[in-house]
């Protein structure tokens, strides 16, 4: 397990849509809106974490990145979602302790964006590492 210098995740409930579903009802696959009542209670989720997200925002759900930066892949995707019940962006950034060749431990998690009447239902906190797959 990787240890992530910055994370901004957005978290959302989404509104019925009419997305494609296979035979049983289920979307396809995401990034389709849920559209049944069962599925519009299960939240997602989408990480814009180092070191890859920042720039795989663009090439795989098409959202540019204004700045370049974690918070502005985070902030474009969230300002794209526009058929949500609600939606929170969630970002931490810690600071690397050279001396101690570590992360500092403490994490502050910050909202820096939310919409909806249940917004603040979301998680308020989002990941710390991620795996590497080579």
Known sequence: MNTL????????????????????????????????DVQREVQ??????????IHESEQIYGITNPDGTVVGAAKAYFESLTDVLDKRLVYFSRQYLVAEQRYDPKIEFQTLAHEGSNWDELPETCDTTFFKSF
């Open 5 to 36: 210098r910055e994370n901004a995740v957005v978290y959302y409930t989404n509104m019925p849509s009419d997305a494609p579903a296979a035979r049983d009802g289920t979307p396809r696959s995401p990034p389709f809106k849920h559209h049944t």
């Open 44 to 53: 997602r989720s989408i990480s814009f974490g180092e070191p890859y997200a």
